[in-house]
C-alpha cells in the first residue's frame, strides 16, 4: 500500500475529490470509471488478455501504457480506488491480479498518485445494500443510476467511483 493515503482536500469542503479520480476493477478485463476533473463521468471495459505469442509480462506492459494513454486523455489523474479482492476463484486470477496490482501501484507511486484498495464487499454494499450482492445486482444497480455497464467489471468499476464520490474515499 502506499505511504501517501487519500485525504479530504478540508475538513469542511463539501466536494473533497478534486480532480480526475479513476477507479478499477482489475483482471483480464479491467472495468475502469473515471470523473474528470469537470465532473464527467466515462467508464468501459479493457482487456488485457495474452495473446498466443505473448511473454507472460506483456498484458502488465499494455496494462501501464493504457494508464498512461488514459491519463493523457483525461488530464492528470488525482487519486486511484481500485476493488481489493482477497480471494481468488484460481490461481491464475490471483496471479493476474497481483501482477496488476503491482503494476498499477508502481504507476501510481512513480507519479505521486495516492491510491486505496476497497473491499468487495465495502463497495457490494454501498452499491445494493447487500455485501455479497450477485454480479446481476451490481449490474442492475449501475443501471439504476443511468449507466449502461457492458459487463459486471465495469458494473464494479462504476460503483467503486460512486462509493469514492459519495463517502470522500472512505472518510465520510
Known amino acids: 500500500m502506499s505511504n501517501r493515503q487519500i485525504e479530504p482536500v478540508s475538513e469542511h469542503q463539501t466536494v473533497a475529490l478534486p480532480g480526475t479520480i479513476l477507479a478499477l476493477d482489475l483482471g483480464t478485463k479491467t472495468g475502469w470509471a473515471l470523473r474528470s476533473s469537470d465532473g464527467f463521468i466515462s467508464s468501459g471495459v479493457a482487456s488485457f488478455r495474452n495473446g498466443r505469442f505473448d511473454g507472460g509480462g506483456m498484458r502488465y506492459l499494455r496494462f501501464t501504457n493504457w494508464l498512461g494513454e488514459l491519463e493523457r486523455l ?15 476463484a484460481g490461481t491464475d486470477a490471483a496471479h493476474v491480479f497481483g501482477g496488476l496490482m503491482a503494476s498499477l501501484t508502481s504507476w501510481a507511486e512513480l507519479r505521486g498518485i495516492p491510491y486505496q484498495g476497497v473491499p468487495v464487499g465495502t463497495i457490494k454494499k454501498h452499491a445494493t445494500g447487500k455485501g455479497n450482492a450477485p454480479k446481476q445486482a451490481m449490474i442492475d444497480a449501475a443501471r439504476a443510476r443511468g449507466f449502461s455497464p457492458a459487463d459486471d467489471n465495469e458494473a464494479d468499476a462504476i460503483a467503486i467511483l460512486h462509493w469514492a464520490i459519495e463517502t470522500n474515499g472512505g472518510l465520510a
Open 74 to 88: 483525461s488530464g492528470p489523474v488525482a487519486a486511484i480506488w481500485f476493488e481489493e479482492v482477497r480471494r481468488h
